[in-house]
Each structure stands twice: as C-alpha cells, then as structure tokens.
C-alpha cells in the first residue's frame, strides 16, 4: 500500500507526515498527532463524535482520508481555545450544563462553532438542525442548545 | 425548576448549582478516556471471532494457520481458561469452550502488530460448528421441550438470593405471595388483563467498549478500561482466572456514556486474556459500533402479563403479575433484574393482594445486562397503562385514581416492609398541575391529536445486601483538599457531588476540592460499583465519613495545641476557628506539619488523611417462596412524568411538545445536576418509547448501526422539559440524598403511552410508538382511512 | 452492516491523477479493481463494512470544473460534480432559482456529512433512497460523463437501471449535472418521512414539481417522483396524466395520489414495512401535491 507525504495545518501549526492510503483523518489526528479529542463513535459518519473544522467547513474526520488533507487547514477541539481563554461556545455550554460524559461534546463544540461562523444569529432551528449530526445519550440536548443560543447572544 | 421549600439549614455548598469539576476539560478535548491514552508503537491490537450462530456446538477450532501468520502474535481460545465469570451467576466462560449460545459469542481472539493483521487472523481461524435448534422466545423457552441451554445449570455458582431452576432454561425465579390475589377478584369492580412486549434496546454510549490489557512477567494484570466498576472487574476476572485480585489492577478513566452497560464484565476479560499470551505488551481491544451493537450488555426483552382489579372506590385489591424476562445467552447480571421487578412488581401503589411470577429466563439472544432502570422502565411500560385503563374503566381521573393509591409514608409494600418518608403524592399533584392537567389545548393542526399523560415509579437500588462504599480526604500543604473515591463519573456528575459534600463535612471552599482520578484500584478506595443510582448516597457517605474523620482529627490537634475543648472549634471557610477564645488559624498552617505544642517544646499531629466507609448493614433477605421480608432494599426514590404531545393523523408521527419530571430525591446535593439528570433520562426514556429496538430475527440483530439503530438526535426533543425537585430526606443518606440518575427514564414509555391514548384512543402492545406502528394502529381501528 | 465490520478501512491505493483523460485511463485499465472516488460518504462505509474491496481509489474532485457552480439566466444552472451538497445549499442562484433542489439536498443526513456529499454522488449510488433523485429528474437534469469516447449526456430520467446500477461504463467520471432553466412560475416540494424528524434516510419520498401550462385543459403540469418505495427512482407518469385531464380540485389530487400508491411497489425492510409505505405514499404524495398546487394557484 503507497505513503503520501502530505503537508496540512492543524490547530494553526504546519505539520508535515506519511500516511498510508487508508489512513482516514480521525486515526491521523489520534494516532499521529495524539490529538485525542476528537472521537470515535461509529465510523460511519452518524454519531459526530469525530466532527473536525476542514477549510473551515464541519466534516465527519472518520470518512475522510488524511491524504486528502494535503494542504488542508484543520481545526479540532483542542484549536478552539485561544491562550487558555475558552471559545464563546465552550464557555456557554459549560454555563448551560450541557456536558456530561463528555465524548460527543467535542464534535457538538466543532458543529456549534462552525454555525456560528456561518450564522451568528442563528435560531432555535437551525441550531437543532446543525447539530442533528451529532448524537449525545446523556443530556437530551436541550441544555446544548441553550449553550448555543447563548454564545449566540453574546 | 420548582424547589421545594425546606427548613433545614445545610452547610455550603450543600444545594449549590456548582459547575461540575470535570467540565474545562471536556471542552477543551483535555478528558483522558481510555482508548486516548498513548501506548507507544508496543501496543498490540486485538480482534474476536465470533459466533455467526445464535446457538451450536463448537466441535473443533483450528488456529494453526493463524499462529503462522507474520505479526501475530497471541491466539486465543477457551481451551486453556476454564473458569467462569458472573456477578450474581457464574454461568459464562471468558471464551466459549463447548458451545455458543448468541450470534457473537467469543470463540478466539487474536493479538497482532496491527488491526488488519489480526483481522487477517480471524479469517484464518477455522471453526466448525454443529448448529442446534435455539431458543428465540422468553415463554417458550420456559416450556418442557424447549432446548436446555444451560444443562450444568445446577452446578455453577450462584448467590444466594437468586433462584435458579435446574432442567429448565430458568435460571432465576422470583416469587411474591402477598395476601390471597383469588379471593379477591370477584369483589374487584373493575378488572384489566393485560400483555406487553417490550423489545430489547441497547444503551449506546457514544464512546464503544474498550479495553487494554497487559500483564507482566510476574502475572500481575493492569487493565484500563471504560468502565462503571473497575473494582468489580478487579474482583470478577481475578476470581475467574484464579489469581488474587491484588494481583488485579483496573485503572478508569472518563467514561464516555455508560448506563449500565460498562458495569460488571462484559468485554474487559477478553483483553486481558489474550495479553495473558503476550507477557509485557499492552493489548487493546476496541469495540466497533457493529460489535458493540452485536455483542455488548443490551435491555432484555421482556413480555409481560398484568391483571389488577380495584373497588367502586377506585381501591386496588389486588394484582397477579407474569413476567418472562428475555434474558439471553447468559444471565450472570441479569437474574438480579429479575428479582428487582419481582419485589417492586407491584409499582409505585399499595396494594393487598399481590401474586407475582418473574422468570428469567436463558435465551439464544444478545445477553441481557443492567440498563438504567434495571428493569423498571420495562416493567412500569405495562403497568402504568393499566392502572391508566383502570382508573377509566371506573370512570375516574387517572391521576385521583394515583392518588388514592401511591405509597405514602408508612405504607405496607409489596415484600410487607413499611414504606420509608416520601414524597410522591407530592410529585404526582407537581407534574400533574405543571402540565396542566384536566385542561386541553387544541391540536396545532387540522390534521394532528393531542394528548395528555401521566405516569408514576419507584425504584430501590438493586444490589446486593452489603454493597460497600469507601472514601479518604488528604490535605495538602496549602490546605486544599484531594478526596479520593472508587466510584467513577459517567457524565452524571458523581466527582462534582462528591466534592461538594468533603468541602460541606470538613469546611473549605468547593473550589479547594480535588477528586483523585482516574480510579485506580491500586490507589483508589473501593467501591462496589457505579450502578444502581447509588452513589450520591453511598460513596456520599463514604465521603461525608471520611471529611469528618479528617476535621476530627484537625479539630484534635488544634484543641490539644490551644488548650481548648473541641467543641468549641470549627473549621469554617478553610479557616480553624474557636468560638470561645476567637482564635483562627488557616488549614494551611497545620494540613501537613501540624502544630508545635503549647508550650512550644515538641510538634502535634501530622499529616492529615481521613478515612471513611459506608455499607447498610439493615438488610434482611426475604422468604423465597413468598417475596416477604422485613427490609429488602435500602430505600426508594419515587417520582412521576407527565408529557403533552401530539399524535399526526397523516403519518402516525409523534411530536412530545413538553415533559415534565418530578422526583422526590431526598435532597438536591447540586440541583441543577438533579435536573440535568432527570432531563437526559426523559429524552433516553423519550426515545426509547419512539425509537428503539433491536430487530432480532432468528437471533441476528438487523439493524445493528445507528443508520438503523435510531436514538433521538437534537431535532426530535422538546426544550419545554420542566422539572421539579421534590426533598423529603432520605434517614440515612448524606443530608437526605438519595440518587436519581436511573429513575428518570422509568416512567416515561407508559407517560407517553397514556398520552397516545389520551389523543387517538389506541393502545398497543409495546414500544417503540414509532410513527408507523402508531398509524397502522388507527388504520386498523378505523380512526383513519 | 455484519458483526464482521471492519474497525478501519482495507487497504487500498490512492490515485489522484491531473487530468479527466488520466483518470478515465487509469478506471479502465485498472477495471474491476478501481473506484472513482468523490465524497466517500458512501464508499468508505461499504469498504468498511466488506462490501467493496477496492484496490484503487481515484480522486477525482480536484480535476478541471469539478468544483465549478454557475448559472446563465438562459442556459440554466451547471454543477461540478465534487460541488458539496452544503455549497449548493448555500448558493444564491440555487435559491432563488431552484428551491427544490435545495429543499432536497437540505434533507439529506447531516450538515458534517453534506460537507463531503454531492448530489451527483447522490445520483451515482443510485439507491432508490436517495433524497435529491427525484428533484433532479422532475427538473430535467442531465449528467455530463467523461468517458473512454469523450464527453456524452445522459438524462437522469433514464440513468437508472436497477438499484445501485446505472448506465455508466467503466472509465466514465460524471464531471457535472446541468438543469435548464424551470419554467415561469414553477414551484416543487420534497416531503420526507423518516423515522426521526430529520437526518433520517427517507421511509418514503415523495417530490413534486409543477408549472403553470397554458396547452393542457387542467392549465398545470404537475410532476410527481417517489423514494424508497420501488426499486428506482420513481416517477409516476399517471399523476402528470390525471392532472392535466381536467380542472384541479381536492378530490383530483386524491386521484392523483392513489395513482401513485398504486404505482409504486415497496418492500418491508428494516426500516418500514410495505403496507406502511404504500398509504404513506398516499398520504405524502396528496400533501405534498396540495402544497404545490396552491402555491401555483397564488400566482
């Protein structure tokens, strides 16, 4: 099986590595890079536990090879805080207690902030349907989305 | 959120919203789980094989061709591990030796340098089978002729509260015989007699099982795992495999979701297994979400048959319950759900008469395991509705009709015990009152019903009797505080609560608490397991004993160094106080290198670490062929849901608009805790009375991925979740707590069942209410075209 | 999926060839044993899964126009075949030109997924499933296919040929899917019942089309298409029929949409059963017609 030397940005950092074909961008960031945070749930593309920033655009980091990430520019969760200061949404999340377990928030962080990016006013809708891509079992959401809307409000 | 008034005065930050200790890093993906710890380019990757029959006899397996494969490096069968494992049964070998009894029993593992390697070894190992006849169905498996799944049932060990019945595929027999139930049925006004089926449903944490295993030269076992139980998985694999279980070491990190299905053994002992073959490497086994679907703990099935009859009064006389629990290939854990449903069979009610039957019974499916609720949600599915149909059939409200007859203080329950102080009249008349009850709004459509419903629970932790909790408290030299506990945050927030209660006992700041994480059975104090909604109470107690025994031992020394009577002392605030001379003195100034003595010549006390523990020592067995006994569980949290939600006459879709929770818990540690529990588990209890089941045909699950294994997402819920904490304190328990992280998904089937009816009239005969079953159901009632 | 799933994907080569003519190339020789490949959305679940094993995987978003969105008031709308689903949702022209198409497209999974899926990937896994299908033959649309022989059309209404097969060859590579320009006062509507509320793959399906048409005696040609209750894309010619005949009332579009559960032939699977579907297909296809009819009786 062929290596790609692939050169990408992660978290604002160049890195360069070898990465065999089948090698997706969730086991690249884990193993390669021990940028634990981002999770895997299913594999599949269905829980979004693994959501990552490509290009600044949400993708499922399971279901895409980290050799299509030559001269990617990646986000994960550990990229969202800036000097110790937490992202808005982090914060918000926290404040609104939708964090339990723990291991779906990174993805719902990822999905959460890229709306905001996109729609920074957005309403109670388009957060639900944002995130309907990332599954949670232990919150019911509800506190999330208040998450949300209040890093919206502020 | 609605707060009962209470008198009592309780210290900070006893009742205070605290942001839960663990939050900054699960924003920041700073959380260790388990399968994110680095093991270097030593890590050895593990695959199973496993079963593609729901039963048959293993007549050979060849591994030869798997050994010779290059980067192999451990081949494993059940040949060279007899033993077996269980918690309450020990009916399970770690892999299967003479036959395998569900599609995805273990039958080899494989170590390798890679997972491809060792999956290229699996399909090198040759299995031959002879394929026998399963048992797919609860009630026919109880029959004479069915094929017996467990012929040496007789022989393995069991405890001795659960009765097996050797000969048959019954492995537990719970029994109540309470009053006369046929003497009564001809005075009873009404009658309803009635079956559900309620289908297996799988926990799905977002984080699968996982597992790394590595045992050095000496035999000594690390295992990190996620896992609820790390030191009953200490105690269950050491056991099993005959080394002491200090030779057993289980380390716990975060665990990404659990309830329930990360307790007792389930996968871990495969892992350590197979490391066994490999002396020195760590060898992880991670599950994938197809194995976890396949193979993991699962929600047995239950079918269920109710008959209870009540007076013109609306008084129940009487109820005669069956239950066949669908309970799977091996029931180590799942006997003791059979005997929990038996002893709380008779729901949250008093009544006089009781007979009931639950039968756990051994089937060719996935292997039943404990679920939040530990069978109380599928239990209370069928029960709620019929106390609903009940209260109809004698033309009363349904929620008088609860009224009349939920257990109140000092009631006699089901097994003759009396009922402890509680609240749940309190949070029947709370959740009744919020949704507006007896009121109806008109539908948000022409094409579209709404309804109302309304259902009540109680729940006992369900463990064994001596279920013991241990705890320590060590200061630091700055006066902060480390509490080290054996109980493991599974997102509900037991490191936050247990933090609370050492900053309440001892007198510090919640902000100077630390929890020693991850457990670690080597350093760890024990604890029984995370299960059973159990800690706040327990493990709070081990913590709140072991905060005093620390102050105790400050508040000594301070007394001998000043010259003062103890009781005169405090701790408030981090700071030593007197009242009587008014002399202060930080902990900081005393934690590790104590106090010179008064008269300067020599130093007193010492570093400081107290102890606790905590275990009910009041438990009493009950009488085997009648379910009677003075006191069988520590304690009951009751509570009540009620939910609006409309019923579309075009598709059979259901929309829940609001749910209302109210749980009586004793006393809200952190509140706001409290009620995100009781939201999560009425969204889990939400969706599984709309979603979920595992489709088993022939013993294959069909659906097994969350393309077709369908939760709730974020699109599906209500934001109108209210909910009330209702407080009448628990005797025994750390300011009157007591848990509540299962209770809140177990009246939420039968909440929105009744609300079904209360729209379009239907009933049907269990969950999932998806839109399809629901459509079909008024087609076939006529109620559309 | 089976018990046997793998944990990552198998092993296989990534190709990213330069040009069309390379790519086509290189599936040719390489027959049987090579993949173009787009989002991956699909593919690498049915790698993973043991389904496919193929030895080549050959990217072929980043070559010329694939990227490439644009719309000419006269010529219609043309979009690049590895144009993410989420970019064709975003577009203005999408918007104020082909609200079906975005209505369709926003139903599908996941904002994370559409990120990488594309509706021409959409139409290639031909699976009667699919979300955009329908709205893609009801406005006409046409594949552009890079194949051995150069570059031919193929109309999505004929495409298919049984569920996951369609005309293409070997060596073909959709480049882009074109849609002329609707007609003046055209207004469509996908409805979808899935078992959650939404990200979902459809029980059924059901897409309508419609534009004001002077020439039949109802004064509307009303276009209706079915997901997940056939085993192709279905579009049911019967309704366009009935509703031309004569003038349109509630009562017509009953007729209409009885044509359609009787036209189409589901399968009990694990997500519904057939008997579901069929009324479903009723009951969506009169709403959906309803909805679509008094939009275009507003104008």
């Known amino acids: ?154 | ?785 | 999926m089976s018990i046997d799933a793998h944990p990552g994907l198998p092993e296989f080569d990534y190709i990213k060839p330069t040009t069309l003519k390379e790519a086509s190339d290189f599936l040719i020789a390489h027959a049987g044993e090579a993949r173009p490949l787009m989002g991956g959305t699909d593919i690498f679940v049915r790698m993973r899964s043991g389904g496919w094993n193929d030895k080549y995987l050959v990217d072929v978003k980043c070559l010329e126009g694939m990227n490439d969105i644009s719309y000419d008031p006269h010529k219609g709308l043309s979009i690049g075949a590895a144009v993410n689903m989420n970019r064709v949702i975003a577009s203005r022209e999408v918007q104020d030109n082909y609200a079906l198409l975005l209505q369709a497209a926003s139903s599908v999974a996941s904002y994370q997924l559409r990120t990488r899926a594309t509706i021409v990937g959409n139409i290639c896994n031909a699976s009667p499933a699919g979300d955009t299908i329908g709205a893609c033959i009801l406005l006409g649309g046409v594949l552009h296919v890079h194949g051995n022989g150069g570059i031919r059309q193929e109309p999505i209404k004929t495409f298919f040929k049984g569920p996951g097969e369609t005309l293409l060859r070997t060596g073909d590579i959709v480049t882009s899917i074109h849609f002329p320009v609707p007609e003046e006062g055209a207004r469509g509507v996908y409805i979808k019942l899935g078992r959650n509320k939404a990200s979902d793959l459809s029980i059924v399906g059901v897409t309508v089309f419609g534009y004001p048409d002077v020439n039949v005696p109802s004064g509307y040609r009303i276009r209706l298409a079915l997901a997940s209750v056939a085993p192709l894309p279905l579009v049911v010619d019967q309704v366009e029929a009935i509703l031309t005949e004569t003038s349109i009332d509630e009562d017509r579009l009953m007729l209409a949409a009885e044509a359609a559960m009787h036209a189409c032939t589901p399968i009990d699977d694990v997500r519904a059963s057939a008997r579901y579907r069929k009324v479903m297909t009723r009951n969506l296809s009169f709403n959906a017609l309803k909805v679509v009819w008094k939009d275009l009786k507003k104008l």
């Open chain 2, 1 to 785: 959120m609605v707060m009962e008034e209470t008198n009592t005065k309780v210290p900070s930050p006893i009742g205070e919203n605290k942001i839960r200790l663990d939050a900054r890093e699960k924003v920041t993906g700073a959380a260790l789980f388990a399968d994110d710890i680095q093991f270097g380019s030593g890590l050895l990757h593990a695959r199973v094989k496993r079963s593609p029959h729901p039963h048959a006899r293993i007549i050979s397996i060849d591994t030869s061709k798997a050994k010779a494969l290059p980067g192999v490096k451990a081949v494993v069968t059940g040949e060279d591990y007899p033993g077996y494992i269980g918690l309450y049964l020990l009916d399970r070998h770690i892999f299967c030796r003479d036959k395998v009894r569900y599609v995805g029993d273990p039958v080899a593992g494989v170590a390798a340098k890679s997972e491809q390697i060792a999956e290229k070894a699996l399909q090198l190992i040759e299995v031959e089978y002879e394929v026998l006849e399963p048992v797919l169905d609860p009630e026919a498996g109880v029959s004479p002729e069915a094929p017996l799944l467990h012929p040496n049932l007789e022989e393995y060990e069991v405890a001795n509260f659960i009765f097996p019945e050797p000969g048959t595929n019954i492995s537990n027999h719970f029994k109540i015989r309470k009053g006369d139930v046929e003497s009564v049925w001809d005075e009873c006004e009404a009658l309803v007699e009635r079956k559900y089926h309620i289908p297996h449903i799988q926990h799905v944490p977002i984080e699968p099982h996982v597992a790394i295993a590595k045992v050095d030269e000496t035999g000594e076992v690390t295992l990190w795992g996620s896992s609820q139980s790390p030191f009953a998985q200490r105690n269950l694999i050491a056991k099993c495999l005959g080394i002491s279980q200090s030779d057993m070491r289980v380390i716990a990190p975060y665990v990404g979701g659990g309830f329930g299905s990360k307790a007792g053994v389930s996968m871990e002992a495969l892992a350590v297994v197979i490391a066994s073959q490999v002396k020195g490497r760590p060898v992880k086994l991670l599950l994938t979400r197809e194995e976890e679907f396949y193979t993991a703990f699962v929600r047995q099935g239950l079918v269920a048959y109710f008959k209870m009859g009540c007076d013109a009064d609306g008084r129940l006389l009487a109820m005669e319950n069956k239950f066949f629990w669908d309970a799977g290939a091996y029931t180590e854990y799942g006997v003791n759900i059979t005997r929990a449903s038996g002893y709380s069979s008779s729901g949250p009610y008093e009544v006089p008469n009781v007979k009931t039957d639950s039968y756990c019974v051994y089937t060719n499916h996935p292997v039943g395991g404990p679920m939040r609720g530990f069978g109380m949600p599928e239990m209370h599915a069928g029960l709620e509705q019929c106390i609903d149909e009940l209260a109809r059939d004698i033309d009363m409200d349904p929620v008088e009709f609860r009224r009349i007859n939920c257990l109140k203080t000092g009631s006699v329950l089901v097994t003759g015990s009396k009922m402890h102080p509680i609240g749940l009249t309190q949070c029947l008349e709370k959740a009744a009152d919020a949704i507006g009850w007896g009121s109806k709004a008109p539908p948000s459509a022409p094409n579209k019903k709404r309804g109302k419903g309304i259902a009540l629970m109680w729940k006992a932790p369900a463990m064994p009797p001596n279920a013991g909790s241990s705890a320590w408290v060590e200061l630091a030299e700055d006066g902060t505080l480390t509490v080290g506990v054996g109980g493991q945050d599974i997102g509900q927030g037991a490191f936050t609560v247990a933090a609370q209660m050492a900053a309440a006992a001892l007198g510090v700041p919640y902000e100077w608490v630390r929890i020693a994480t991850p457990v670690d059975t080597l350093y760890s104090p024990y604890e029984w397991q995370t299960v059973a909604s159990r800690l706040t109470w327990s493990m709070g107690n081990a913590v709140v004993n072991a905060a005093k025994d620390a102050r105790r031992q400050i508040l000594d020394l301070v007394a001998e160094a000043w010259e003062e009577d103890p009781q005169n002392l405090d701790i408030v605030n981090g700071i030593v106080v007197s009242y009587k001379s008014e002399r202060e003195m930080p902990l900081k100034d005393i934690a590790i290198y104590g106090l010179p003595k008064p008269d300067d010549q020599g130093w007193l006390g010492g570093p400081v670490r107290g102890r606790g523990n905590f275990m009910p020592s009041y438990i009493t067995g009950l009488d085997p062929e009648t379910g009677q006994g003075e006191r069988a569980v520590v304690h009951y949290t009751t509570g009540a849901q009620a939910v609006e939600l409309e019923v579309d006459l075009d598709t059979g879709r259901v929309e829940i608009l609001r749910g209302v929770s109210a749980f009586d818990v004793g006393r809200a540690i952190n509140p706001e805790l409290v009620e995100a529990q009781m939201e999560g588990g009425f969204v889990q209890g939400m969706s599984s009375a709309l979603f979920e089941s595992m489709q088993l045909k022939d013993g294959v699950m069909q659906n097994p991925s969350f393309v077709d294994y369908r939760i709730a997402t974020s699109t599906d819920v209500p934001l109108d979740l209210e909910n009330i904490i209702v407080e009448v304190p628990q005797d025994d328990g750390p300011w009157g707590a007591r848990g509540v992280g299962e209770h809140s998904m177990v009246p939420t089937i039968p909440a929105i069942a009744n609300a079904i009816y209360d729209a379009v009239g239907i009933r049907m005969e269990g969950p999932p209410f998806t839109a399809e079953k629901i459509y079909l159901a008024m087609l076939d009632a006529g109620i559309v075209k």
């Open chain 1, 1 to 154: 099986m062929a290596f790609h030397r692939i050169t990408f940005n992660v978290n604002g950092e160049l890195e360069q590595a070898d990465v065999p074909s089948n090698m997706t961008l969730l086991k690249m960031l884990r193993e390669n890079l021990a940028l634990t945070g981002t999770k895997n749930g299913c594999a599949e593309g269905e829980c979004g536990a693994c959501t990552v920033l490509m290009n600044g655009e949400p993708v499922n980091s399971c279901l895409v090879l980290a050799v299509e990430c030559d001269g990617a520019e990646i986000v994960t969760v550990e990229g969202l805080a800036h000097d110790e200061r937490l992202d808005a949404v982090q914060q918000t999340i926290i404040d609104a207690g939708g964090v339990q377990c723990g291991f779906c928030t990174p993805g719902i962080l990822i999905s959460a902030r890229a709306l905001l990016d996109r729609n920074p006013q957005p309403s109670e809708e388009d957060i639900r349907i944002a995130l309907v891509g990332n599954l949670c079992r232990c919150t019911g959401y509800v506190r999330i989305i208040q998450g949300v809307q209040e890093a919206a409000r502020i």
